[in-house]
């Protein structure tokens, strides 16, 4: 393996984690993996550790832990297997090149900060930890490496550029898959609606937030953190075809554009190897003949999650954090039918209108902090709401 790039992939069994895999297996011997970390999944993480052999792997479930050793043992694989409290050591112990965090969970804060401060590059696709580590990132902005496919394409946009002669920063929703929906149906959609994205494949939880555009909010506030661009200067519009991923405007009157077929790999590949372009062979090519119809126009007012969303990044950290824990709860209750689909527009609603505009301490515990007070203002909205309820839509 000499001479390739060791990476550590927190959230190896989700979408961007396998599709992180993918890369490095056509990645012609640049990669090898160190470690792999999950959360549940023992029988894929098991599978992983066959193929791409890691010095170590850790997983967040205790059942799934035993699952895992039981599994390892059948294939004569002695990896270690370790806890989330005993990862940070772990790290410690063993050479790598960069992280991958392609797992969501703010839970994660205080271990991506600590590896940030260690110098090395991060290939991140979590607006989650991005968005809460906010201003505490802006000494390592230049180990940032953008997953987001939006993100992705103003990094490469803003390439050798000086930030100082940007006009505008523009990232692009498909829309998702209500964008043909009338205003007054949205509030009944169904999960299997919400989750039926005409453009990408993701998990269930940012397919949702897509489905209410209160994604591409998240995304406004990502780029005003990893860019350092002002937040007046950020802008997004919905492009249905998801082939123009970004866009950044220059005082000079020229726009520089990424285009490319939806494909997370894309993002990842480029992640993984700036300033070099790896060929990663199962993405598809775009061709210019396929670019006559591609259409733009203004986020359509019905997304009002996205309107809350904008709302609460122009007011505060502390706004745009509370509301970042409030969409996990009510999506995560939507997703096991414990809430409606309109709800979540009224949880952000109510959170963003209880929550106040005070600055943060500049600590990963405060910024953890305030992503749990948007928890506990929207559990609370919900126990208003459906008295007598289960309040641990997990355990669903």
Aim: proline share 6%; aromatic share 6%.
């Amino acid at each position: 393996m000499t001479g390739s790039r060791g990476l550590v992939i927190f959230g190896s069994t989700g979408s961007i984690g396998t599709q992180t895999l993918d890369v490095v297996r056509s990645g012609c011997g640049r990669y090898h993996v160190v470690g792999l970390t999950a959360h549940r999944n023992a029988e894929l993480l098991a599978e992983q550790v066959s193929e791409f052999r890691p010095r170590f792997v850790a997983l967040s479930d205790q059942g799934g832990r035993e699952r895992l050793q039981v599994l390892l043992e059948r294939k004569g694989l002695q990896v270690p297997v370790v806890t989330d409290e005993e990862l940070p050591s772990m790290l410690g112990t063993v050479s790598y090149d960069m992280t991958v965090v392609a797992a969501a969970s703010v839970s994660l804060a205080g271990v991506v900060y600590d590896l940030l401060r260690a110098g090395l590059p991060m290939a991140i696709a979590s607006k989650e930890l991005l968005i809460t580590l906010g201003d505490l990132l802006k000494p390592f902005r230049a180990q940032l490496r953008p997953v987001d496919s939006e993100l992705s394409a103003i990094w490469q946009c803003l390439a050798g550029e000086n930030p100082e002669t940007v006009e505008q920063v523009i990232l692009t929703a498909s829309g998702g898959p209500l964008r043909e929906l009338p205003p007054d149906e949205l509030d009944s959609v169904t999960a299997s609606q919400a989750l039926r994205h005409p453009s990408w494949r993701m998990g269930p939880k940012v397919t949702v937030d897509s489905a209410t555009l209160f994604n591409k909010a998240l995304e406004l506030a990502e780029a005003n953190v990893v860019f350092g661009v002002d937040r007046s200067r950020i802008h997004a519009v919905q492009h249905p075809q998801s082939i123009v991923h970004g866009l950044v405007e220059f005082q000079d009157g020229t726009t520089r554009a990424i285009l490319y077929h939806p494909d997370m790999r894309v993002a990842i590949a480029y992640a993984l190897g700036a300033p070099d372009r790896p060929l990663c062979t199962q993405v598809a090519r775009l061709h210019a003949d396929e670019l006559g119809n591609l259409s733009f126009s203004p986020v359509d007012r019905k997304f009002r999650a996205f309107t809350l969303g904008d709302e609460a990044g122009r007011r505060s950290p502390r706004a745009m954090l509370a509301l970042l824990g409030a969409d996990e709860v009510a999506v995560s209750r939507f997703l096991v039918a414990r809430g409606t689909f309109g709800d979540i527009v009224s949880v952000l609603r109510s959170v963003l209108g209880a929550t106040s505009d005070a600055s943060l301490p500049p600590t990963v515990e405060a910024r953890v902090a305030a992503v749990e007070d948007g928890r506990r203002l929207a559990e609370e909205w919900y126990r208003r709401q459906y008295p007598g309820s289960p309040d641990d839509p997990e355990g669903a």
